[in-house]
Structures are given as structure tokens and as C-alpha cells.
């Protein structure tokens, strides 16, 4: 019998992984990346014996696949991929090829933001409870090479519309969606509609007997639901609503029902701070609930978690001033979330690559809480239009190091200094990890 030939384009994470598992699995393997590939990922094609190339794209080699398992990074329009859809050859994602070879119980939480925060305190609970799980997707490894590598009775998945988008038979037991704001708009022919549909495709395959725990307060959502009834069990979370089964807010308490067993939890003890990470706090909690998990084992897991890298993280305090680490804030909504959470006069650092945001929704906070502003970005037109008004201080410059002197300089004993960029790093950075560790070095090296 002829070798079934998997062809993946893109060697970053998800493309390496896919091509391990392929390889596992006795597929013939060719990796194609147009780019440069990274010495790590390079060295591990060819120590598996994986072909592979760099700095193009052969179609002669690409076109001949009888699967192509595709990058979340190339978009759906990339003429070579409408090619291979032309000619009837199935284009995946990596999610949707590693889900084939797993028979794990999985939890996939997607969401415009606090998607990490949720997936990594899900998977911290569920681990604290002696459950054989692992936390994968778009956090740590790939679920490729997890799936490779290990044995897991239970994932939870960190999910991107972008890796949803290549999706055919893949159905977690339990899905999670976050919250929906106008993101990545540029992927979606700036229709958000078409992201919404993109995010709702985590609930595509899911049967009645599986679960969608999600954001009540989110009117994109709810909506949603109104008009496109999807067939798993609904279990909403809200912090302004009475929810009958699901989880709510009761006297600062978090009140988990579901199908008559209660759980009840006080949100004062949560160690992440902020309302929005008494939704995730309320997220992650249903999941552990639908999985039999003790309430003091959710309610000590709530209390000891030390949250997520890049994430409103707390770098240090220099001069009575503290330096706020929020890099992955790549959207505006993420930037609402930290701005809404400062509660002292704050430096705030911002800009990157625009990805048509509107400001508006943060009009407010500026207003009351920002004194000076940093903008980091090649081009920082909007933001000055935006907020040249609103602050007595606007600068901008191309250097982290630059960022962090002038923000040194503007500060005073009891304000913050936050790094939220509302956009994309790509312009000045590698990612948003790099981004942040820039700062981070920055900061220590004042």
C-alpha cells in the first residue's frame, strides 16, 4: 500500500509537531516553510529523517500531498493554499490532525482574551487534582507533538480562531468561549462576523452530551445563540446576571450550579486580581465542577495560581513605582481589562501594529487614571490623533530601552509604569513574548 503523503506548510510549533506525529504515524512528511526555519525546529526534521525546505514554497512537491496540514500563521486566501483547495486536497490545521490520534478528554477554550489565563489556571486545577492532563495548542507545546510524545487522559487547549478555522471533525467535550471582540479583522475581510462564526466554530462538531461554558455578560455571544442554536449544553457564567445553572456572583461569591449540585467559592481570596479574572476564575471553575473536581481543590488552586507570563505581570517596584508587564495585550479589549485594573496614577506604554483598532472604549480610563503616554511603534499617527488631548505627556520612539528612560524619568513614587500595546509586535519585536522580555530587561537594567 502507497504511503498517504502529508504536506505541511510552516515550521514553527505546529507545523514541527504535526510533522513528528505524521512521521509516528507512517505518513510520508514534507515540511515547506517559506521563511527562514529556526536551528531548534531545523535540528528536530532532521533528526526524525523529516524532509523539509526554507525560503520557498515548491508546488511541484506541495501539490502532490494527499492532506496538507497548514500553519495558523498562513490565511486561508494565501494563493497556494486556494490552489490546493482548487484541486480537492483537504487543507487542516495542525489541532484538527493531532485531535485523529488522541482519545484524551479535551477542554478547548478560545475566547478574544483571557483565553491563556483561563486555559493555564483550568489546566493548574485540574493538575492540582491529580488528573494525568496537559495544557497545549496555543500554550507550551504544540498538541501535535504532545500527542507524539506523551499519553494524557485529559488536554486543555488553548484555541486561536486561526487554528478553529482548519477544523473538520474536531469536537472538544467541553468548549470554552471567553469573551468576542473585534480582533485580527485584517484575516476576516474586516467583517466581524466572520470572526464571531470563526470563534463559534469550537462548538461545530459538539453532540448533547457535550458542554459550552461561556460569558453571559457578552451581548456578541448572547446573541449569537439567539440565532444559531448549536447542539451542546449551555453553561453561562456571569458577574451581573442570576444564573440558574452555570456560574454567578452571590454576595462575592462565586456560585456554581449544575444540574443541581452547588459549589460555592469567595472570589476575595482569587489571587489574580480584576473582574475580568473573576470570569476566568468563574470559567475554569464550571470545568472543574463538570469533572467531579473537590470545591477545595478548585477553591486552593484559585488562591495559589500565579498567573500567566506577559500577562499583567508584576516585574518589580523601582522608587515606590511599579512596572507592569502586560505585552500580550495584542487588542484593544485586552487593554481595557489592564487599564480598568490600575488603580494609581499610570505611564502607560502602547502602539505596534495596528490592526484597525477603535480606541473609544478606553476614552475613559485615559482620562481618569493615565498621566503620561509612551507610544512604541513605527507609526503612531492614530494614537496621537486618539490621545494628544488627553494627557499632558505624549511621546514616541522605536526603542524599548528609549521607553523605559523617558517612563523612568516621568513617574513618581506610587504610580505604574504599564506596558499594554492595544496592537500587534511585529513591527519593532519578534512576538509578543519578545516584546515583553524587552521590557522586562529593560526595566532591570535601570
Known amino acids: 500500500m502507497k504511503k498517504q503523503k502529508l504536506t505541511?506548510?510552516?515550521?514553527?510549533?505546529?507545523?514541527?509537531?504535526?510533522?513528528?506525529?505524521?512521521?509516528?504515524?507512517?505518513?510520508?512528511?514534507?515540511?515547506?516553510?517559506?521563511?527562514?526555519?529556526?536551528?531548534?525546529?531545523?535540528?528536530?526534521?532532521?533528526?526524525?529523517?523529516?524532509?523539509?525546505?526554507?525560503?520557498?514554497?515548491?508546488?511541484?512537491?506541495?501539490?502532490?500531498?494527499?492532506?496538507?496540514?497548514?500553519s495558523p500563521g498562513i490565511p486561508d486566501q494565501a494563493p497556494l493554499v486556494q490552489k490546493l483547495i482548487k484541486k480537492g486536497i483537504p487543507v487542516i490545521s495542525e489541532i484538527e490532525f493531532a485531535s485523529k490520534y488522541t482519545d484524551a478528554n479535551t477542554i478547548g477554550i478560545t475566547g478574544s482574551n483571557g483565553k491563556t489565563t483561563t486555559t493555564a489556571l483550568t489546566h493548574h486545577i485540574l493538575k492540582k487534582a491529580g488528573l494525568n492532563v496537559e495544557k497545549a495548542g496555543n500554550i507550551g507545546d504544540s498538541f501535535a507533538r504532545s500527542?507524539?510524545?506523551?499519553?494524557?487522559?485529559?488536554?486543555?487547549?488553548?484555541?486561536?480562531?486561526?487554528?478553529?478555522?482548519?477544523?473538520?471533525?474536531?469536537a472538544p467535550h467541553i468548549a470554552v468561549i471567553t469573551n468576542i471582540t473585534p480582533?485580527?479583522?485584517?484575516?476576516?475581510?474586516?467583517?466581524?462576523?466572520?470572526?464571531?462564526?470563526?470563534?463559534?466554530?469550537?462548538?461545530?462538531?459538539?453532540?448533547?452530551?457535550?458542554?459550552?461554558?461561556?460569558?453571559?455578560?457578552?451581548?456578541?455571544?448572547?446573541?449569537?445563540?439567539?440565532?444559531?442554536?448549536?447542539?451542546?449544553?449551555?453553561?453561562?457564567?456571569?458577574?451581573?446576571?442570576?444564573?440558574?445553572?452555570?456560574?454567578?456572583?452571590?454576595?462575592?461569591?462565586?456560585?456554581?450550579?449544575?444540574?443541581?449540585?452547588?459549589?460555592?467559592?469567595p472570589t476575595n481570596t482569587i489571587a489574580l486580581?480584576?473582574?475580568?479574572?473573576?470570569?476566568?476564575?468563574?470559567?475554569?471553575?464550571?470545568?472543574?465542577?463538570?469533572?467531579?473536581?473537590?470545591?477545595?481543590?478548585?477553591?486552593?488552586?484559585?488562591?495559589?495560581?500565579?498567573?500567566?507570563?506577559?500577562?499583567?505581570?508584576?516585574?518589580?517596584?523601582?522608587?515606590k513605582v511599579q512596572y507592569i508587564n502586560d505585552s500580550k495585550a495584542t487588542n484593544v479589549n485586552a487593554t481595557y481589562f489592564a487599564l480598568e485594573s490600575m488603580d494609581a496614577p499610570t505611564v502607560w506604554i502602547v502602539g505596534g501594529?495596528?490592526?484597525?483598532?477603535?480606541?473609544?472604549?478606553?476614552?475613559?480610563?485615559?482620562?481618569e487614571k493615565v498621566k503620561a503616554i509612551i507610544c512604541l511603534g513605527v507609526n503612531n499617527e492614530k494614537l496621537f490623533?486618539?490621545?494628544?488631548?488627553?494627557?499632558?505627556?505624549?511621546?514616541?520612539?522605536?526603542?524599548?530601552?528609549?521607553?523605559?528612560?523617558?517612563?523612568?524619568?516621568?513617574?513618581?513614587a506610587g504610580d505604574n509604569v504599564l506596558l499594554s500595546p492595544a496592537c500587534a509586535s511585529f513591527d519593532l519585536f519578534k512576538n509578543y513574548e519578545d516584546r515583553g522580555n524587552q521590557f522586562k530587561a529593560a526595566i532591570r537594567q535601570l
Open 8 to 70: 505541511i506548510l510552516g515550521a514553527g510549533e505546529s507545523g514541527v509537531g504535526a510533522a513528528l506525529l505524521a512521521k509516528q504515524k507512517g505518513f510520508e512528511v514534507f515540511v515547506s516553510d517559506q521563511g527562514k526555519i529556526s536551528y531548534n525546529y531545523k535540528k528536530s526534521l532532521i533528526n526524525n529523517t523529516i524532509k523539509w525546505e526554507e525560503g520557498q514554497h515548491t508546488e511541484s512537491q506541495i501539490t502532490t500531498a494527499t492532506t496538507v496540514v497548514k
Open 147 to 170: 500527542v507524539a510524545n506523551h499519553h494524557f487522559d485529559h488536554y486543555v487547549l488553548e484555541l486561536s480562531s486561526f487554528q478553529l478555522d482548519g477544523i473538520q471533525t474536531f
Open 183 to 265: 480582533d485580527h479583522l485584517d484575516r476576516y475581510d474586516y467583517n466581524f462576523e466572520n470572526y464571531i462564526a470563526s470563534k463559534f466554530r469550537i462548538t461545530k462538531n459538539q453532540t448533547q452530551d457535550d458542554y459550552l461554558i461561556y460569558d453571559a455578560d457578552d451581548s456578541v455571544i448572547e446573541n449569537y445563540l439567539k440565532s444559531h442554536p448549536i447542539k451542546s449544553r449551555l453553561l453561562p457564567f456571569s458577574v451581573t446576571k442570576h444564573i440558574e445553572n452555570g456560574a454567578c456572583l452571590k454576595h462575592k461569591n462565586i456560585q456554581i450550579t449544575i444540574d443541581n449540585t452547588q459549589i460555592i467559592m
Open 385 to 412: 490623533a486618539n490621545f494628544a488631548n488627553m494627557v499632558d505627556v505624549i511621546v514616541e520612539t522605536e526603542y524599548m530601552s528609549e521607553a523605559i528612560k523617558i517612563a523612568y524619568n516621568i513617574a513618581k
Open 273 to 319: 486580581r480584576g473582574q475580568h479574572n473573576v470570569k476566568n476564575a468563574m470559567a475554569a471553575s464550571t470545568v472543574s465542577h463538570l469533572l467531579k473536581i473537590r470545591k477545595n481543590t478548585i477553591r486552593e488552586s484559585l488562591e495559589n495560581f500565579e498567573g500567566v507570563e506577559h500577562r499583567l505581570e508584576h516585574v518589580l517596584r523601582i522608587n
Open 353 to 367: 501594529e495596528d490592526k484597525g483598532n477603535d480606541y473609544t472604549e478606553l476614552f475613559p480610563f485615559v482620562n
